[in-house]
């Protein structure tokens, strides 16, 4: 689909002014509903029209006159970065993120700034301080967090491609309640340089898009190494969409039973097995289960770390510099992890939380080490329950931190996962997860498409 678009751009059957102004007639009609974008560029058609002049000349780039959704925690010059809280209100990008320097070098268009929860804690898209948004692909019910704006924006059609940062599902948890793709990509692969941080030896910054094409695309463009972000590695960057061509054949796919054990609905877990089978009998591969011993544990895991990560990155916001001292101006969620993660980072605790926590981690880390020893791929669901409805609000936090059981080992372990949409359970998407080793997106991405393929057979 989204390929189609770009080679009739490229051939001047669709201008990148027309395409931009398609989104921002479709914005207008649904956004006020929705509250998926919280900005939309004002400079978005002029820039446009600079781009077609580029795509005349020859010299226009790999998104040329794509439209872009960003994450309102990533650093855009001169749009309103405000991670969706007060605490950052009227506080404007001065910098371009590392991301959306590369996006803007290949001529993407940013559209506008996308709704999310409150600095990215979250997993529902309702702890935005600008109000919750909604499920265009289940009207009523959560989108699924944090990326909530991000993946609405592409499930309605708003834009071609959004960005949104993952620490511990929050690409792959609203891209599966929301119908359409979404990559974590291994700790490392993306620079995080203009991302705020929730939780910085997790995070990474990572594509939605309504095709697995588009979200190879993207990831083509922001990934490798950043002189600004030492973390970020060399390893080459592979093509992504040429990767995807090549088809798969007899791999060994991944599918552990203590998946099945932590899936509080097992429709879902029915789901994602059923269409590994087909994967499997698809691709002459093998099912293979696999062991992963301390999966229970990794929520437990998660959080300690987030906490203790996010109050140290949020000294930063102590009013003086950016807009409100944060513990007057964020909501319960936020000031739930400052006031915790202060508390067990204190020297008194010194060895009993957050060093649990990692080494823990390291625990998780080798299970998938030996795991991917056996495979090739994992497969597994994304989130352990179908999106809650709107409003229903839920004052529990241990039940708001269950749908990251299976998003969050990928960003402990530091692996690459994506999700792609395998169906419907009751009228609602449920996403696939595909689980690969670090920088081996490559492969991620040909078993992602491989399974949008079946799909797309299946409903032909
Ligand atoms: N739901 C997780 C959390 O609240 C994940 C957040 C994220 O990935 N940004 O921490």
Redo the contacts with the bound molecule.
Sequence with gaps: MLQEKISKIKKGGLSAVENISNFLRIIKAKNGKINALLYVNENALKEAAAVDKKIKQKKAGKLAGLAIAVKSNISVLDLPVSCASRTLEGYQGTFDADVIKRIKAEDGIIIGMANM?EF????SGESSAFGATDNPAAPGRIPG???SGSAAAVAAGMCDIALG???????R?PASHCGVVGVKPSYGRVSRFGLID??MS??QIGPLSSDVHGSALMMEVISGRSKYDATTFDNPVPSYSSAMKKKLNGLKIGISSDFEKLCTDKRIYEKIKTAAEKLAAATNSKSVDVNLKYLHLAIQT??PI?YVEFFSGTRKFDGRKYGKKIEDACGE?VLR?ILGGKEISKSEYEGRYYRKALAVRKLIEKDFGKAFEKVDIMIAPTTPMLPHALGGRITDPKI??A??AF??PA?LAGICAGVVNCGKINNIPVGLQIMAPAFREDLMFSAMKAVEDLKNAKEA
Excluded at 165 to 170: A, F, L, M, P, R
């Design positions: 929860d990215a804690c979250g997993s967090g944090s990326s940062s993952d620490t511990g599902g929050s690409i948890n929730l939780s997790l995070d998660y959080y987030v969620e992890r708001m931190y749908y990251d998003t969050s960003n």
